[in-house]
């Protein structure tokens, strides 16, 4: 092979890299060759022009979406990082020169964590880098999950319980669980609530599907007690409102508790576990200049106390 044609093998073989890490992330093809500005069969043409030089079948395709087959995840573990390192070598240079000036940062986040958590640090972030272009995406945990997969999403704030495989959970922030009523309801008189005494009363609660509900069946279960559901609303300050009508009580944590309510809050710690919140990242995924400044806005020892060996930060 000459050197001319070396040289053109590998510029090819970075477009077909960077073909098979989007069809990877999205599992479709189609998704893929709109985010690469391409056509479908190009991308197609791509992925089966890497096979053949790998002498390996990367996919295999179950029902509408195509899946990574052993050979293909190897491939992916070992291209995935260094295609996001190329696609943002201008960025990450100009960081290491000391200047960071333009470019784009989206973050995926529930609207508590919009509203209570991310003010400060994003105030901060824009202080110092006024020029980056701040994207917050209001989404639920389950969205925003599916962001952060699709890279859609540089990374996602927010709680969680269950930490799937391919996600890693850095948990920065805790508060704690709290019952809130109105000001005239019976239990406000109460020193120690108990979930007996919650019991009796309607609740108001998130969504059935969110992971609110989920605690709060749990541990009533685990005391083998029901709890009665007054009203279903999304989000803390819709809740608030309505507990402050006399529409019901509810379980919140207090990190939406801003001392402005015009409710009276009760500790549950004894109850309820506390709620961490914290980072969501895609298990080898290159952090853009961008990413890592807010990351070290909100966290400072994050880079120097994480596994940089075994994440690639």
């Known amino acids: 092979?000459?050197?001319?044609?070396?040289?053109?093998?590998?510029?090819?073989?970075?477009?077909?890299?960077?073909?098979f890490?989007?069809?990877?992330?999205t599992g479709n093809v189609s998704e893929a060759a709109e985010l690469l500005f391409l056509s479908q069969p190009t991308v197609t043409l791509q992925i089966q022009a890497l096979e053949r030089e790998l002498n390996t079948v990367l996919f295999e395709r179950r029902g509408p979406k195509i899946q990574l087959t052993p050979e293909g995840e190897v491939l992916y573990t070992l291209s995935n990082y260094l295609v996001d390192g190329m696609d943002n070598l201008h960025e990450t240079f100009a960081a290491r020169m000391g200047y960071l000036e333009s470019g784009n940062l989206s973050i995926a986040a529930g609207e508590s964590t919009i509203l209570y958590i991310l003010p400060e640090f994003v105030e901060q972030f824009n202080q110092c880098c006024p020029q980056i272009h701040l994207k917050l995406l209001n989404v639920t945990g389950?969205?925003?999950?599916?962001?952060?997969?699709?890279?859609?999403?540089d990374f996602a704030v927010g709680s969680m319980i269950d930490v799937p495989e391919d996600?890693?959970?850095r948990p920065i922030f805790?508060?704690?669980?709290?019952?809130?009523?109105?000001?005239?309801?019976p239990l406000?008189?109460?020193?120690?609530?108990?979930?007996?005494?919650?019991?009796?009363?309607?609740?108001?609660?998130?969504?059935?599907?969110?992971?609110?509900?989920?605690?709060?069946?749990?541990?009533?279960?685990?005391?083998?007690?029901?709890?009665?559901?007054a009203l279903e609303a999304g989000g803390w300050e819709i809740i608030k409102k309505y507990v402050e009508l006399g529409m019901g009580i509810s379980i919140v944590t207090d990190v939406c508790l801003t001392g402005s309510e015009k409710v009276i809050s009760k500790p549950l710690e004894q109850y309820f576990p506390k709620r961490s919140y914290g980072l969501v990242l895609r298990k080898g995924k290159f952090l853009s200049p961008q990413a890592k400044r807010f990351i070290e806005v909100m966290d400072p020892d994050f880079f120097s106390t994480f596994n940089q060996e075994n994440n690639k930060f």
């Open 1 to 19: 092979m000459t050197k001319t044609s070396s040289i053109y093998y590998k510029k090819n073989r970075l477009k077909q890299l960077r073909a």
């Open 21 to 25: 890490c989007h069809v990877s992330r």
């Open 142 to 153: 389950r969205d925003g999950m599916a962001l952060v997969r699709e890279d859609e999403a």
């Open 167 to 169: 996600i890693i959970y």
């Open 174 to 185: 805790t508060y704690n669980p709290v019952l809130i009523t109105p000001l005239d309801h």
């Open 188 to 229: 406000t008189d109460k020193e120690n609530i108990t979930l007996e005494d919650i019991s009796p009363y309607g609740l108001i609660l998130p969504p059935h599907h969110l992971s609110t509900w989920r605690v709060v069946d749990m541990v009533f279960r685990q005391q083998n007690l029901s709890f009665k559901v």
